[in-house]
């Protein structure tokens, strides 16, 4: 579905962000995937070079919030493949501090990295796509942008954001012939959910309707949609991927 395709996917080292790197290559795209870390960028590498010698996959660690940084990384990129057509937006961090607690600087990280860099890449990307022809631009945002939760409001803001940048991109960038979706994840199994124990998850899952959580699989395969020309009409779109989940 993505034959040729040169994708990036931000926070691609674990999680749903692996789970997609994977999926794109299975569906024969080149993909380069950025990590906060080199240890934790060559660690996923190696996972995937494990699993198949052969795939076109590289890492790189700039830091998203850098907007010259970005603009370097992306241009290498560029220069090497030779096109940037996909970008993933999908490093994130969450927050459950209560508001009396909250201290504004945790505010303002989360916020810094769920939002400021989404645009920071877009930005970047959306410069090289126009001047290509077009491309893809793909968020992650959370069940959580629809309901709010109830502690760590910076994240579910962050999100909320993430859809207007969303929307907005995609009336924006709809005449460059570039795409600007989000997918809406409910609880998936990565690692911060897999250390959750029994008594915290089993009450949990008897409120999702499909009965169980989300695998990063299940939302790879959603960003794998919105990225092939199957989701070709299909732009400003959040994509819910939560098992009709509602808290
Ligand atoms: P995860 O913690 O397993 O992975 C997060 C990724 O973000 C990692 O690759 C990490 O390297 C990267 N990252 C973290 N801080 C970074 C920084 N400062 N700079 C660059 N990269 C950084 O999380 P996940 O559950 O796979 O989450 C991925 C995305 O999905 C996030 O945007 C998250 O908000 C969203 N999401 C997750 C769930 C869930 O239940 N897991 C639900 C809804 C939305």
Redesign the pocket.
């Known amino acids: 579905m993505l034959k040729g395709k040169v994708a990036v996917v931000?926070?691609?080292?674990?999680?749903?962000?692996?789970a997609t790197v994977k999926k794109f290559l299975e569906n024969g795209a080149k993909v380069v995937l950025?990590?906060?870390?080199e240890d934790?960028v060559k660690k996923a590498l190696d996972t995937l070079k494990e699993e198949n010698p052969e795939w076109p996959v590289d890492g790189m660690c700039p830091?998203?919030?850098d907007a010259k940084a970005v603009a370097e990384a992306f241009a290498e990129i560029k220069e090497k493949y030779g096109a940037l057509d996909i970008l993933v937006n999908?490093?994130?961090?969450?927050a459950r501090d209560k508001l009396y607690d909250y201290k504004a600087e945790d505010f303002e990280k989360i916020i810094r990295?769920?939002v400021n860099?989404v645009f920071i890449c877009a930005q970047a990307a959306a410069k090289i796509m126009k001047e290509q022809g077009g491309g893809v631009i793909l968020n992650?945002?959370?069940?959580?942008s629809l309901y709010g939760q109830p502690a760590g409001c910076g994240?579910p803001a962050s999100?909320f954001a993430v859809n207007g940048l969303t929307k907005s991109l995609a009336r924006e960038l709809g005449k460059d012939n570039i795409r600007v979706n989000a997918v809406?994840?409910?609880?998936?199994r990565?690692?911060?959910?897999a250390a959750l124990p029994d008594a915290v998850i089993q009450p949990l899952i008897a409120t999702i309707p499909l009965g169980r959580v989300?695998e990063?699989e299940d939302?790879a395969n959603a960003f794998l949609f919105l990225a092939s020309d199957m989701a070709s009409y299909v732009t400003g779109e959040i994509l819910s991927v939560d098992g009709a989940a509602m808290t």
């Open positions: 931000t926070g691609g080292t674990r999680g749903i962000g692996l950025f990590g906060s870390r934790t830091d998203i919030g999908n490093a994130g961090i969450s990295l769920n860099s992650t945002s959370s069940m959580v994240y999100k809406a994840p409910g609880v998936t990565t690692d911060m959910v989300g990063p939302i």
